[in-house]
């Protein structure tokens, strides 16, 4: 038994303000991290049964990806992820997200471990396997400590807030149009198809879309086809009915009934696994969807809209992309122009992230950045888009030392990859492509502190391309 002691390290108001919204009564959203599928799943169905609102991530890259784009009320994750060292993770978490209170749970009752993780910034550390109820206890006591009027939730499934349209930077000519598009698409119940880089915004120009519909009142559900496992994609979309595979203790409801009447975004839909496009395409020939073991379908009404920085063209050629689903997909294209294309926009959507940066770290000393240093954030090439400005900002905000940025501040956007030669050469040869690939692999993940979520978006490929092409390195 732990001391009373580490139980708790009073941190309190966990939810940014921007993001702020009415918490429902008793019910918290959980972001549960684990290798162990069946583990995770088991632990979801619990919290779940009793009310709360639950997120898996199957590894620690999973994990933050969420936590940057969605609001927790409380995280639950291991000491110790795969491919990262102890306490790596927690303190991964604590860097991006400082007031969320986050369970580590560990492989024995060890009180050196536990004063450890409370150290690093656990809310509570709590020996592994989980037991329901003292999970339960642990986020009734955080909803207890949080003022019900300063927690946020996003409600069942990865719904977001809806963005209004004058909310979106537009000071280009291209956006611009791409805004007057928006308010024309948001007339129809028509399939959108979001094309862009990786980084450029496409799921804010898909809330936008549904924001000015006439679902605007019913759910966004947004689900990432890359970020999720293969074998929780299927049960997350269409749900599961209860025994349909080992740990699935509680039917599950998928993301589709919990989007019906509303929207869903099928973000990176280029990577939605092959064996799984006859299901949505059902869903969009007839509106039909069938949980996981059941024999029965259930219709929804639904509007979709996929987004990819993929070329679907090509991936059909692959066959890695069913032609007909293509063809329902891509109704109505939008594009959306890269940052590099409309640089009017990195003024204003640097003020813009300034001001968010600051409220997520209202102990900085930053409040403004001097011509001289937006100039050079005016000049950047930003291969990671609007995403990467957004975390050059906020890299400034967290480190900055001073009231004023200023060039040098930005010495890491001017760096060149090293090597004085535009060929480099190894005992008097060129250097082979992969040679070349991953010599810059590694100076892009330096470049990003080993942030391999920003080294995707800079390198404009997916996460699992990173890993393999790591992988492809050993």
């Not at 207890?144 to 963005?163: E, N, Y």
């Not at 269409?238 to 080992?246: L, N």
């Not at 009404?301 to 993929?310: G, K, L, Q, S, Y």
Request: hydrophobic share 40%; net charge neutral; proline share 5%.
């Amino acid at each position: 038994m732990l001391p009373a002691s580490l139980t708790n390290c009073g941190r309190h108001d966990y939810a940014p303000a921007g993001d702020r919204q009415l918490l429902m009564r008793n019910k918290s959203r959980v972001l549960i991290v684990d290798e162990n599928v069946e583990s995770a799943l088991i632990l979801r169905d619990g919290l779940t049964q009793a009310g709360h609102l639950c997120e898996i991530a199957s590894s620690g890259d999973m994990a933050l990806i969420d936590i940057r784009k969605l609001v927790f009320d409380i995280a639950i994750c291991n000491v110790k992820m795969e491919g990262q060292s102890k306490f790596e993770l927690l303190e991964q978490i604590g860097l991006i997200q400082p007031t969320l209170p986050v369970i580590v749970g560990g492989a024995t009752s060890s009180v050196q471990e536990a004063v450890a993780a409370i150290r690093r910034g656990a809310f509570q550390y709590v020996p592994k396997p989980f037991d329901i109820e003292q999970i339960l206890g642990i986020i009734g006591q955080v909803s207890a400590d949080s003022p019900q009027d300063q927690r946020a939730t996003i409600p069942v499934g990865k719904h977001v807030p809806a963005v209004a349209i004058g909310e979106i930077v537009q000071a280009s000519p291209s956006m611009r149009r791409l805004v007057e598009s928006i308010g024309l698409v948001g007339r129809s119940n028509a399939a959108v198809l979001i094309l862009g880089e990786s980084g450029t915004g496409k799921e804010r120009v898909a809330r936008a879309i549904h924001a000015v519909s006439s679902r605007a009142n019913q759910p966004f559900v947004a689900i990432n086809s890359s970020a999720i496992p293969v074998q929780l994609l299927e049960s997350e979309m269409f749900g599961h009915v209860r025994g349909a595979f080992t740990g699935a203790t509680q039917a599950r409801r998928g993301l589709l009934v919990e989007a019906h009447g509303g929207t869903l975004l099928l973000d990176e839909i280029g990577d939605m696994p092959l064996a799984l496009q006859p299901k949505l395409l059902r869903v969009l020939q007839f509106g039909e969807t069938r949980p996981v073991g059941s024999d029965r379908s259930e219709h929804v009404d639904v509007r979709v809209i996929a987004a990819t920085h993929r070329d679907l063209h090509l991936l059909v050629k692959e066959n890695r992309f069913r032609e007909d689903l293509r063809h329902r997909l891509n109704v109505i294209p939008l594009v959306v122009p890269p940052l590099r294309d409309r640089r009017e926009d990195i003024r204003p959507l640097t003020q813009q992230f300034l001001l968010e940066a600051r409220e997520r770290t209202i102990t900085s000393p930053v409040v403004s950045i001097n011509d001289e240093a937006m100039s050079v954030l005016m000049r950047a090439e930003w291969p990671g888009n609007v995403r990467e400005l957004e975390n050059a900002i906020e890299r400034l905000v967290v480190l900055g030392r001073t009231s004023v940025v200023t060039r040098p501040d930005l010495k890491f956007l001017e760096d060149k990859p090293p090597g004085g030669e535009p060929w480099p050469t190894t005992e008097g040869s060129l250097w082979t492509l992969k040679q070349m690939n991953n010599s810059y692999l590694d100076w892009v993940l330096a470049r990003t502190d080993g942030d391999k979520v920003r080294a995707a978006g800079i390198l404009n490929i997916d996460l699992s391309t990173l890993y393999r092409w790591e992988r492809a390195k050993r």
